[in-house]
């Protein structure tokens, strides 16, 4: 679930959606937002943004600097961007880090989300220096694979809360 100023809107997250699967990820499934995590192209986005009645967001896999001016084309097409660190064979939830250094310029016109290692630990800093629009925290915030510890869970909730009143 994600949202701000208590809203919460379930998120879908697949990867290169195949026609004949675009009827269980329209609108009336469960969720508001189908996050795409594949290599879906500008215009397969713009393509399932014409064709599905929910909300789009683009998971962009960073492998360097350069790979940040491919956000632009997005803007427009996907309501938000979320960048991850690029791993070989790996659509994401690796835990790794773009470098922070990547990112300090980085002002896309469309909304974005980081991913990749975010752990309350480095939420202040994370929030002060990139000023993303949202985190997504996954790993990090996990005893094993798919097993959350809630306590680094609500450590992380407490960190952003902090960040967003101090």
């Known amino acids: 679930m994600a949202g701000g100023g ?7 997250v697949v990867a290169d959606p195949t026609d004949d699967r675009l009827e269980e990820l329209g609108v009336g499934r469960g969720h508001a937002v189908l996050q ?4 879906e192209s500008v ?14 967001w683009k998971a962009l896999r960073v492998r360097s600097p350069e790979d940040l001016a491919a956000a632009a084309a997005y803007a427009g097409v996907v309501e938000a961007l979320l960048l991850d660190a690029w791993q070989p064979g790996q659509l994401g939830g690796t ?8 990112l ?3 002002r896309p016109a469309t909304p974005w989300w980081l991913a990749g290692g975010v752990g309350p630990e480095m ?3 994370l929030l002060a220096r990139l000023r993303p629009d949202g985190l997504d925290a996954s790993s990090s915030v996990e005893d094993r694979p798919g097993v959350k510890n809630l306590a680094r869970v609500a450590a992380l909730v407490a960190a952003v809360r902090e960040s967003a009143t101090g």
């Open 95 to 102: 835990g790794h880090r773009i470098p922070t250094a990547w």
């Open 123 to 125: 939420v202040a800093e």
């Open 36 to 39: 795409l995590h594949g290599n």
């Open 6 to 12: 208590g809203d919460c809107f379930g998120v879908l």
């Open 104 to 106: 300090e310029e980085f």
């Open 43 to 56: 215009e397969r986005c713009r393509e399932l943004a014409q064709r599905l009645d929910v909300r789009l």
